[in-house]
């Protein structure tokens, strides 16, 4: 009887430690809110909220594509110097006198292929993603300085402006861009075949390609889609400045990975969404604002910032264990 007892007790502990691991993300983000308004008064204001929801639009749309890469248990480092010569590539057209729109598609169709070049190397190359990616980091990297030639370029037209620093109603409209991304990706994810091959290659890739899965094309498409992510990241960071910096996107892939698996998403695949991720972008955005608001030195806030990636992995590792 104890040993029942026993049994139930612990199967009672770990059931309790699941439905902390669902909502987890939520606490934290809860709790988080409740100690900036206390720290600042600045917190909580319409102006400042926003500024927080506009800085963090840049990272959590790199972050979808990150998810999507990371549910199908791979991993991009590249998307940070994606998004740098993205911006490169949009304000050099600009500045060549192409119109700001064609500008615009230009720079999408760079970021995709860029992405696709990813899925191909490690679907049909076979090189696992960690190398693949970070010779492509390094590849567009080395790209966006040839292309700037180290400096930044600038853009004149005005009417690209609206992307990084426009309103709709008096909201930002990289907060709406977000907001609509994350909501489409969402619906994608759970409502389409896309999403459940997603999940079901992150899950078991071998037992995907017997259930008939063309994992490779799925593969190519997640690392294409994410290029695209992080080039519209960039079209609102090179809009934001006015020019493109030949350093934007340093650390950015850090920044993605860090609010994908705070969100919840397993790092071996198969489990989370870009709900979880959307909060995770936002916990690092308010961490960094609340840090700014109690004048935290800059080197303080990234051990801070570490700090939370590595507690957020040693409880997915845990929670990991208690599933299984």
Same mark, same amino acid.
Request: aromatic letters at 8%; proline letters at 3%; zero cysteines.
């Given at each position: 009887?104890?040993?029942?007892?026993?049994?139930?007790?612990?199967?009672?502990?770990?059931?309790?430690?699941?439905?902390?691991?669902?909502?987890?993300?939520?606490?934290?983000?809860?709790?988080?809110?409740?100690?900036?308004?206390?720290?600042?008064?600045?917190?909580?204001?319409?102006?400042?909220?926003?500024?927080?929801?506009?800085?963090?639009?840049?990272?959590?749309?790199?972050?979808?594509?990150?998810?999507?890469?990371?549910?199908?248990? $791979?991993?991009?480092? *590249?998307? =940070?110097? #994606?998004? &740098? %010569?993205?911006?490169?590539?949009?304000?050099? @057209? /600009?500045?060549? +006198?192409?119109?700001?729109?064609?500008?615009?598609?230009?720079?999408?169709?760079?970021?995709?292929?860029?992405?696709?070049?990813? $899925?191909?190397?490690? *679907?049909? =190359?076979? #090189?696992? &993603? %960690?190398?693949?990616?970070?010779?492509?980091? @390094? /590849?567009?990297? +080395?790209?966006?300085?040839?292309?700037?030639?180290?400096?930044?370029?600038?853009?004149?037209?005005?009417?690209?402006?609206?992307? $990084?620093?426009?309103?709709?109603? =008096?909201?930002?409209?990289?907060?709406?861009?977000?907001?609509?991304?994350?909501? /489409?990706?969402?619906?994608?994810?759970?409502?389409?075949?896309?999403?459940?091959?997603?999940?079901?290659?992150?899950?078991?890739?071998?037992?995907?390609?017997?259930?008939?899965?063309?994992?490779?094309?799925?593969?190519?498409?997640?690392?294409?889609?994410?290029?695209?992510?992080?080039?519209?990241?960039?079209?609102?960071?090179?809009?934001?400045?006015?020019?493109?910096?030949?350093?934007?996107?340093?650390?950015?892939?850090?920044?993605?990975?860090?609010?994908?698996?705070?969100?919840?998403?397993?790092?071996?695949?198969?489990?989370?969404?870009?709900?979880?991720?959307?909060?995770?972008?936002?916990?690092?955005?308010?961490?960094?604002?609340?840090?700014?608001?109690?004048?935290?030195?800059?080197?303080?806030?990234?051990?801070?910032?570490?700090?939370?990636i590595l507690v957020a992995v040693l409880i997915d590792s845990k929670l990991a264990k208690l599933q299984k």
């Amino acid at each position: 009887m104890p040993e029942s007892e026993g049994g139930t007790q612990k199967s009672k502990w770990v059931q309790t430690a699941l439905l902390l691991d669902k909502y987890r993300v939520l606490f934290i983000f809860i709790l988080l809110l409740l100690v900036a308004s206390f720290i600042s008064d600045a917190f909580l204001t319409v102006p400042n909220l926003l500024n927080v929801l506009r800085q963090v639009s840049i990272v959590a749309i790199v972050s979808v594509g990150m998810t999507l890469v990371i549910l199908t248990a $791979g991993i991009d480092l *590249s998307v =940070g110097s #994606v998004l &740098a %010569f993205a911006g490169a590539v949009v304000a050099g @057209v /600009i500045s060549a +006198g192409i119109a700001w729109p064609w500008a615009i598609l230009i720079t999408l169709i760079v970021g995709l292929l860029l992405g696709a070049a990813n $899925g191909v190397i490690i *679907s049909l =190359g076979k #090189v696992p &993603a %960690f190398i693949a990616t970070l010779a492509v980091m @390094v /590849i567009a990297r +080395g790209m966006t300085l040839v292309f700037t030639q180290g400096t930044p370029i600038v853009i004149s037209d005005p009417a690209f402006r609206f992307i $990084g620093s426009g309103k709709i109603f =008096g909201i930002p409209f990289p907060i709406i861009l977000m907001l609509v991304i994350f909501a /489409i990706m969402h619906w994608v994810l759970k409502n389409t075949t896309f999403g459940r091959y997603v999940y079901a290659v992150g899950g078991n890739e071998e037992a995907a390609r017997l259930a008939g899965i063309a994992v490779n094309k799925l593969k190519i498409s997640v690392y294409a889609l994410t290029g695209l992510f992080a080039s519209i990241s960039a079209l609102i960071y090179t809009s934001r400045l006015m020019s493109a910096q030949p350093n934007a996107g340093t650390m950015m892939e850090l920044d993605a990975i860090a609010a994908v698996i705070i969100g919840g998403t397993r790092l071996t695949g198969g489990k989370g969404g870009v709900t979880g991720t959307l909060i995770g972008a936002l916990i690092m955005g308010v961490l960094d604002n609340i840090l700014n608001l109690a004048n935290v030195s800059p080197f303080y806030q990234d051990i801070a910032k570490g700090l939370v990636i590595l507690v957020a992995v040693l409880i997915d590792s845990k929670l990991a264990k208690l599933q299984k």
